[in-house]
């Protein structure tokens, strides 16, 4: 059974960061791409970051660049995200994701809310 965790949201002022984690269980982690996804209010559901299995190729959507960093401890069956430079536009919930096969998994999300 595939399951995804994540934690470390909050709340934290412009400019300020957060290090998002997501702890996989139920499949070959290792052997998976992992992406970063968030969802603002009234929103759709956007791609944040993507990283391959062996961590070698990464992808991040163009509002985070040289702001956010993906990386995976494989030993850990673990992702994160780290933010930086947060501004109020990054207010989001932040889903973990996996595709195996033809379905795609979520974890249950994780609040991250940038005001001063």
């Known amino acids: 059974q595939v399951q995804l965790v994540e934690s470390g949201g909050g709340l934290v002022q412009p400019g300020g960061s957060l290090r998002l984690s997501c702890v996989a269980s139920g499949f070959t982690f290792s052997n998976y791409f992992m992406s970063w996804y968030r969802q603002a209010p009234g929103k759709e559901r956007e791609l944040v970051a993507r990283?391959?299995?062996?961590?070698?190729?990464?992808k991040y959507a163009d509002s985070v660049k040289g702001r956010f960093t993906i990386s995976r401890d494989n030993a850990k069956n673990t992702i994160y995200l780290q933010m930086n430079s947060l501004k109020p536009e990054d207010t989001a919930i932040y889903y973990c994701s996996v595709q195996i096969l033809l379905r795609r998994y979520w974890g249950q999300g994780t609040q991250v809310t940038v005001s001063s």
């Open positions: 990283i391959t299995g062996a961590g070698v190729e990464i």
